[in-house]
């Protein structure tokens, strides 16, 4: 065969293979294939190169994809990178160079330390003083309920029982209107049978209160008297700061621990409370179980908080209730009742005045809350 | 808002696999970018140079995607272990054939991954194509990849080397065809 001859053949396989053959020429070349193993052999070589060079293109490309990707990368964003990788590397080589080391000697400290500890008993008291969660001050009463029981089952034996309903809890509260409105701690009176508030600066004073409004997730309880017999508290000397104290304000209160009112004084110790709770303050006062609901005041007879519980296990650490969000949670949740139930002066009368005296005239409107 | 959303479908594995198949350029570009350090460290750290961590690098996502290419192909591992485990592979081979002894220090978990044939096959088919397209030598080596892989028309190709028309040139591309033939049957 000649050259030519060749050429013209591979020029018409070429057309095939690549589809550039008319139907007509198409259908004729296939009967010959059919017929040709030498021309079909030649059209399986043409295809199998053909092949190779399409890999090789199809390769090429993502090769200079990839360049083009990698041309692209941050030279900056790259040192940042590999830095992480190196620190890590440095670090690993440490912690499998020294680990067994420090692994040694943090075990003999530990068995030294438990040991001591165990042979002194310590271990037990550590567990219980560390238990430093949040108490909430009401006085409980179980130790005195468990003692009651037992004596009454004593008793029962030769007496017929009594009906009364045990008391669960005491806590504070102060007036806020002439006309009979209390704040307190709302856990103190949240699942309450029947509430009474009694002062011992005013002997023989014990009225029946129901919860106006509640509410749980700032502990603010507002109390209204029900009694027909109230006709009005009189004019109250002290007023609700509606801002904030700044941290070291001196604070002092007046609650109701026990059955007599007792005073506590110190300060602003952290404008958040327990937790980073930003709608308490810290206080450094000497609180105990039922001053729950009780006032905080600044220097002027100005109310600027509710104390709301203590942090247990650490001593003069307590929390209270910011005044403003007593303000804004009424404001928000009562607004038109707000001028009924919220009657104080717009100053207090007590500023500039010795503590002695500011007492003396706050005292009576501070009660003791007795829940059934 | 879009971009946003571009962005935080970027974290996603599937996202990359997605975009090696539809060949998503940006896509495919920020997961290169996203593990080459790790590769360039691990090269940097066991003797090598940055470019060759490149070479390395390159090829283990060229592995990557090529079986992602496959509608069978499931990956048993991270996108990371993976190109870390063929990327590791590559350099121990690169530094064996260097005659270079040493434990490799690895900075990364691997799995032991073992190339199947097809890929095996492959790669020496191009390297074997490669090299017979470097020993066809001029005009031949022009011509075959202007036509063939740059798909650049007779007409025009003849115009680019001097043929006074698409026929001639067409003769010759039949001459150099046959010869490329001729080198990859000496070759294989």
Not at chain 1, 128 to 152: A, F, M, P, V, W
Not at chain 1, 315 to 331: D, M, Q
């Amino acid at each position: 065969m000649k050259t030519d001859e060749q050429f013209l053949v591979w020029s018409k396989i070429e057309r095939y293979v690549e589809g550039d053959m008319e139907a007509g020429e198409y259908l004729a070349f296939e009967k010959e294939l059919a017929e040709n193993p030498i021309l079909a052999q030649q059209v399986a070589d043409y295809q199998q190169i053909r092949n190779y060079l399409d890999e090789l293109k199809e390769r090429r490309l993502l090769r200079t994809k990839l360049d083009q990707f990698h041309a692209a990368i941050d030279p900056i964003e790259q040192q940042a990178a590999l830095k992480v990788y190196k620190n890590r590397q440095i670090w690993r080589h440490y912690v499998s160079k020294y680990l067994p080391t420090i692994a040694i000697a943090a075990s003999v400290a530990l068995i030294t330390v438990l040991s001591t500890l165990f042979t002194l008993g310590y271990l037990r008291n550590m567990e219980r003083s560390q238990q430093s969660s949040l108490k909430l001050l009401r006085r409980e009463l179980d130790q005195i309920k468990r003692d009651i029981k037992n004596s009454k089952d004593t008793l029962s034996r030769f007496a017929p029982r009594t009906m009364t309903a045990p008391q669960r809890f005491e806590g504070t509260c102060f007036a806020i209107s002439e006309k009979g409105h209390l704040i307190t701690s709302y856990h103190l009176v949240a699942k309450a049978d029947s509430v009474f508030i009694e002062s011992t600066t005013q002997p023989g004073l014990r009225y029946k209160v129901e919860l106006a409004f509640g509410d749980e997730r700032t502990d603010l309880a507002v109390l209204k008297i029900t009694d027909s017999t109230f006709r009005s508290f009189g004019k109250i000397p002290y007023t609700l700061k509606k801002g904030t104290v700044d941290l070291g304000e001196e604070v002092f209160t007046l609650a109701y621990p026990k059955n007599d009112i007792v005073y506590g004084e110190g300060s602003i110790s952290a404008r958040t409370g327990f937790e980073g709770d930003s709608i308490a303050y810290q206080i450094s006062i000497p609180v105990n179980p039922g001053n729950s609901g009780s006032p905080v005041f600044d220097d002027s007879g100005n109310i600027i908080g509710v104390v709301s519980g203590k942090l247990s296990g650490a001593e003069g650490v307590a929390f209270a209730l910011k005044s403003s969000t007593v303000w804004r949670t009424l404001k928000d949740s009562l607004p038109e009742q707000l001028d009924e139930l919220f009657d104080l002066p717009k100053q207090s009368k007590l500023a500039g005045q010795k503590r002695t005296a500011q007492l003396k005239k706050m005292q009576d409107f501070i009660f003791q809350v007795k829940v059934y | 808002m879009e971009r946003v959303m571009k962005r935080t479908a970027l974290l996603n594995e599937e996202t990359f696999i997605k975009a090696l198949r539809e060949n998503d350029e940006a896509v495919m570009s920020r997961l290169y970018k996203l593990h080459f350090p790790m590769v360039l460290h691990l090269v940097v750290l066991n003797n090598g140079t940055e470019d060759e961590a490149k070479d390395v690098y390159q090829e283990a996502f060229i592995v990557l995607y090529e079986n992602v290419q496959r509608p069978d192909f499931q990956l048993r591992c991270s996108i990371k272990t993976f190109l870390y485990s063929v990327s590791r592979n590559h350099w121990l081979k690169r530094l064996q054939a260097k005659k270079i002894k040493t434990d490799l220090k690895d900075i990364e978990e691997f799995i032991p991954f073992v190339e199947d044939s097809v890929s095996i096959e492959r790669e020496a088919r191009l390297v074997m194509v490669e090299s017979a397209m470097q020993r066809l030598g001029e005009p031949c080596r022009t011509i075959l990849e202007d036509y063939y892989l740059h798909e650049m028309s007779m007409a025009e190709i003849a115009e680019k080397m001097g043929y006074t028309n698409a026929d001639n040139a067409k003769t010759q591309k039949y001459k150099c065809f046959n010869r490329l033939k001729k080198i990859i049957n000496e070759l294989k």
